[in-house]
């Protein structure tokens, strides 16, 4: 599917009703052919309990198709009107500090609650059943950003009994899980399922415990996902389903919460997140009103494995936002780079978030396509900029790439329970490495750890603590040479030292026993023998047996890297130049051509066209000898460029 | 009224009987002729239910009286004894938390407690009866610093309630509401007022909401306080009455709690306040012993405000405090450098806290003008020397000054609200600008937004985001020049954005549209262009549309300061130079003339009287030519002149 | 009793039967001959209420012995299985924010439950009935960790009514309470022994009030553990007893619980509160493998007091820990180097936690002797070599040092609740003079301000605000010097600033009226007038009024140390070197011989032996002409050297 559409989100029910055919009109003159809504409107659909109003929605659906604009229509779960909440008070999330968390804003409900189910699935059922077969609505999305506000996991009494349930259907008796928990240590052993409380006690509770928790408030979410997709899919069996996923979030496996949709997307805000970032200041300096270079692409890549090779941007950054402490203004045609960057790592759709900035409400800072005012916005001409460059293009399909990263949802959960040296997060490590991919001039594209892995070339696997034998097979079996970062193997899937200690499956692969970490505080950095000054590692490094010889060694003389059967192990947390050297190493073995990047510049190649897109500050020279379809040599900041690969 | 007084605060009830007389003298030979007695007394005036002990309080008013001394009496509400938190618990406060806030310090009530305020009025009507009509009894102190310790708000049932029935005062229906709200957004609808919340929720709530609870919680103490001012006034008809504010301090609206008083009072902690203040290492070290020179101005001119004219220090700092972080002594000869501060802006009387450091309890650590021991303190000769100094002057009235700044209060909760960049506060700009104001050797009256204009050559106007048309007219009926900051005009007075945005009233003065901010993190500078290094802005710069060619540049080409009618808009915070700089044009654009100060000298007139400070830690040469009545040129750090204007 | 025994922790529990045999030949190969068992297996010990299984634990303990180990028995006191806690939830300990502590790590119980007292009494006698009088159980432990975890004070409504009963006892009537505290101040009056609340209010309450709490519940550990160590005795009164205390702990009384024991022990982590010290990063970086040189040194000398001249190490850091922010690797040697520090300090024995790394639960990061997978981990080699050294030597008894340093725990509640600068604490003080000392060669006995100081040539009182004449007394009998630091006599026992001020009772050797303080932020500093830059006051200086012209003066003129008879006040918080100048200035009045020591040695007699270790980075060169018995000079960092003295 190589035909790439433009969007945005809208907001009929804001607006006065004369004002819907302007901006339909706007929209389609604009270039966008679709259009999300509905999502949070609940308190308009059913204003009063069983009491629908839909003729606004059905006339702000054929205003919009009127217009020649597509739809994605979003079931309005996330924000339950005021009557249910007073209805059903214990349908309300429960924070760990046992605080009731209100009503005033939303994603004021918990996965665990009964009654909320029920009632979603009752709006979500007549939504469907009304649009589910028009002609227009093209597409759905269940509810908004499962799991936003920290909303994943729930501490009421209905999600406990419902843990109490998970773990009886996981452990059959209560001895067994004794004896995966470990509960034996400090006498914390259960009598019986009911039990079990919630993972908050005088001091960190059973790692295995928080895993368990961890694990069962994920399937919280999919559950009711799943429900939801099923309801809508049953009166809308024509259109595809997706849900709108986020940014550096890993609260719920969103592999599995994936596999009940068509089309995974996600909501991409570079320039919010990279002022929550955890990285130095000088980079969040440099960065500040482009993004990370590397950013959105990880997620575009990540979210492209969600949705099984079927991913689109729901909501684009258009301008400010309103959520992080500094909300940065971002550089001139951004709207339009961040754009091409999601169209070259295949994206269907990318839909901005929002048309019209809204003067009232949580939001007033909240940039859109319009002004609140109904002017225009800086993202307009660059949306429409990329509209028309667009249409003058045959994009062809994403082809898989090279370089596969293996990323792991549980590996999230795994560093967030036992950090052991502060701040230490497999996320952070897994955008490292592909960073490093990328700064090679190397495509990624992200896998799940069940991922078949035929055809890749070089395997990173940055930090997958529960990695088991079945993904090694994989490895093995493709021929793919592997490079493995810290924490590998180190944990059975029950949270245990594995039995031999880490690199656990590992070791099949490579000699090692991984017998103790040595934790770093920030600014104590060990440099590499041998190497230059931004060659170190930091954070975190291992103590390694090994009767191979490492190949790299710090100047204190321990060993970071160390070969074997096709990969290869490195056992800290590396500075970026270093683990850029290592991943350039590491796919030069493997006979892939690697390409330095320039500061900020970065590639991606879909179909037969190579992109490159400039988030630096200075304008950057591209490879001699290529027919540009867009752009120019050097190439600009914040500029695009295009050629047939 | 231009007699000046001195005075103290004292606590009978903590010494001895026999000490009164010795006290009493001390305070008369010292030049004292002010007392305030009484506010924390209630245990020992009321000790059981409606057993009251007058005694002791008759015996130290004679004995006070009997000296010379003129009282302040304190209504003892702050402190109610523990006898009626028993018989009423629900009287205490709720956090935002949801925790009762208990009986064991001070203000452990809630304004919207109906029970507790029965008994205040109680309380404060037998102590109005037994001394209002009392000669010695000039003046009355209700309750004591409201809001201290985060108690404005109060997160009780009781504060709810009163809330729902304050939102139906204000908008009739709750579709009024719902529509002002803009609660469309997120189906955050009200089906009826007593479906209300409190302003906590899963994430942020309705700015809307946020700035009615905030406006609601103002008028809580404002009721509170004019019940208690009717109260005393009723049996006290011939004193005049007070309240004493404290300083930084915006929880609630000052101009509508001090129209209930005759005079203004406030607490002047300089060293406890610079301790806790967002401003830099480097000028907190510079100023730790002597205090920012513009922090106890800012607040003395604001509370001539607050007191329509008339404004005294109810608590001048000693010596060290005990509540700050780090807790400085003053330099040598502060208690008379921060006094004769407060007489040139026009005080009427100026009183420290407290006569005696108590040897028990939370305030130990709290300096007094008499030692625990009853030694003397540095203090002591301080204000030996002002009182030796002031009896030989004839001191004129305030006088008008010739530059106003808009002194807003629900500007303040409004960037509480939305700060959109970390930390940034509308009370800051407006102490940056007065700063500026007085680094240009300017005096300054700081106004309500209600206040009449006329005089003036100059208007700031530092932070106004709820700045409305009558405003606008009185200051072009005025005449004056006018200087506005960033955020200006940018929400109507529902919180919501100005149809044609921000700077919305200000439009019709100056032609712009303010379309985006962008929000800088801390040590993001943008030089101006043609500027020096210390000329930048910072924390925020607005994206603006004009016809007009703005005047200063920033560097990467943005527009910060744009000129319109008889004035400039300022887009940006500035650095302090900067803005200095841009204060000292409109000012002499208004025909004002401008003194530059050096490093932490200022001046201000009263009458025909121009006195000159030095906070700095160097001397400084004072104007050429004038006879100085008190002090020497240079001015040595820590020194006071007087001259002749 | 000058035999040194070595040993480990060690959970049969925890591992499967047939191991144990095994693991216990192990401990005798390696040189151990004490072994704690049994100290967290309640659940095990009686898995259902009143249903006890002994069987186990009867094996385990003829194993160890039958391998020649004799065995500390630990009560298991400190993990009450669920099944108590489901029984009786009132038990569990309640935060300071009123939110119940729950089941699901370990210490789940209040001090002041009497059903939680009542269950703890049982299974302690049960297990002191059955193993009290087994010839291989040497000694026994009670609980563990007492306090850990914030759990020394409790806030359910058990310990409120404890408290209140506490009060009682204490001041007899209500008004003798409230004339204690001072109640007066702010109507802080109570009308009955239950009236008093928790020590949480609407601000901070009465120090006298907070200082009543932190007695009582000191004085609750004390009656539980007096309570359990009698339970014990009756039925094992052939063994010694202990209980292992922590580092950096001052929440209750340690010489109070200590005087119930015959041995103190104490749990020694050098890195991990390295991690969490407040020390420069400079130091935390240098130290960051080996701990600070001084840290386990002081807490040897304060157990040895606690134990009144018995104490071991029950705990010792084998390798990474898995508690702190950042936890490292110890440098190689280090185990045996901490165990060489301990022994030089006097311990009886020195007891490795643990033996074997488990694969499960909470501590899974926790290093041991054996890793996971019971292969040899770096401790093995250290203890090893250690052990070996031992066996050849004669160690003598650690000899009463020259100079004392009083320690007292009711300082450090002062200064935790009336910090009044922020961070500042007694036990920093503490840390700062000990280090002092050592950096001068000294050996320093630590001792409670009720020891007997016969014999001291100097006395160090470095924070001691409740300082009382008979301590002075006992000082000048000794005809030692003594060195007092700031806030010296500063408050009473009953928390007031004393009659005359402070010093209080040292006024009566020195003629001083502290009328003040000074608190510096961090980062100022004042250089004392003809110093080097290392020489300077920070933090806390004190304003001192004295008929005795200063010794030390900082450039601003203000004095620093005043000499009084036979010693020194020091009113500053002093940087590290003019601490040390300070000390030696002092020792070397009083005749002792001091040597300086270079950065990371420290030396330590026992007996007729001199121990020197190098906790540095560098090879330091050891005194000329001493016949070294262990080690050699110059010696590396990470090494020991032994002499004859």
Known sequence: MAHVRLGVCYYPEHWPRERW???????????????????????????????????????????LAAAGLEIIMGTPTACPPHWLVARDPDMLPVGADGQVRGFGSRRHYSFSSLGYREAARDITARMAERYGKHAAVVGWQTDNEFGCHD???????????AFQTWCEARYNTIDALNAAWGNVFWSQEYEAFNAIGLPVAVTETNPAHCMAWRRFSS????DFSADMAATVRKHAPEAWLTHNFMGNFTDFDHFDVGADYDVASWDSYPLGFLDLADLDDAMKARYRRRGHPDWAAFHHDLYRAVGRGRFGVMEQQPGPVNWAPHNAQPAAGMARLWGWEAIAHGAEFVSWFRW?????????????????????APAHGDIERLARELAELEL?????????LVF??????????????????????ALEWYSAARLNGLDVDIVSPDAALNGYGLVLLPCLPMLEHALLDRITASGARWLAGPRAGSRTNEFAIPDGLAPGALRTLVDLRITGVDALRRGVHLGIDGGDDDDYVHHWIEAVESSTEPGLVTRDGRGVTFDGDAGTYVAARCSRPLIARLVAEAAQAAGLETRPMPA????????????????GNTAQRLPEGVRLLLGQSPLPPGEVALWEA
């Open 21 to 63: 055919a302007q901006d339909a009109a706007g929209m389609a003159a604009l270039g966008l052919s679709l259009v999300r809504i509905g999502e949070f409107a609940w308190s308009r659909l059913e204003p009063k309990p069983g009491r629908f109003d839909w003729a606004w929605l059905d006339d702000a659906v054929e205003t």
């Open 151 to 161: 909303t994943t996991e729930c501490f009421s009494s209905a999600a406990l009994t």
């Open 219 to 222: 399937d919280q979410v999919r």
């Open 356 to 376: 019209r900035q809204l003067h009232v409400a949580q939001e007033q800072f909240h940039a859109g396509v319009l002004h609140a005012d109904a002017t225009l």
């Open 396 to 404: 062809g399909d994403t082809r898989p790439a090279r370089v596969a």
């Open 408 to 429: 792991d949802y549980e590996a999230c959960w795994v560093t967030d329970i036992q950090p052991q040296s502060a701040g230490f997060a497999a996320l952070t490590l």
């Open 600 to 615: 900020g510049l970065r590639t991606r190649r879909r179909g037969d066209h190579m992109f490159a897109v400039n988030y």
